[in-house]
């Protein structure tokens, strides 16, 4: 099992869900969007360090497979990894699990981009944050193995 770090902790609120009574799509997407902001933060990429480099990741690819319904007063553990590291993208994976079961309820791969915000063209990643997510992927292998 790949190395992973927690990014979100949170509980399913009653205004969440939708019609059927779980939680509607739109709040595993929020859910796992802060979740990516936690996750950049903690290989480097922080809103300072990103303000420094006049820099942001964006989003090019997210794929979501739900797993398991959540209702009100579930809570929610996310835990994220590096599955792959470009020049200037990396592509990685959220695993949302109910706290109570550890059953997972979804999960999401994603590709993200860094973007010079002068430009708006790809810019490669940084040394400091290569090294960071480059630690995961290696420790990643070395659970493999």
């Known amino acids: 099992m790949a190395r992973s770090i927690e990014t979100y902790r949170g509980t399913v609120f009653p205004w969440e869900c939708d019609a059927n009574g779980h939680m509607n799509v739109r709040h595993y997407v ?7 902001w936690q996750f950049m ?7 300072a360090e990103l303000a420094r480099r006049n820099c942001g990741p964006m989003a090019v690819s997210q794929n979501i497979a739900y797993k398991r319904e959540l209702v009100p007063g579930d809570t929610v553990v996310v835990a994220s990894t590096v599955l792959a590291l470009g020049t200037s993208s990396c592509r990685f994976r959220h695993v949302m699990s109910d ?4 059953a997972v309820a ?3 791969e994603l590709v993200g981009v860094f973007v ?9 990643v940084w040394p400091e944050l290569r090294a960071k997510a480059e630690a995961l992927l290696a420790a990643r292998a070395e659970q493999a193995a």
């Open 99 to 102: 706290t109570a079961t550890g």
């Open 30 to 36: 929020a859910k796992f969007d802060e979740g990516t």
């Open 106 to 108: 979804a999960e999401m």
């Open 116 to 124: 010079d915000l002068a430009t708006r063209k790809a810019t490669p």
């Open 41 to 47: 933060a903690q290989i480097g990429a922080t809103r």
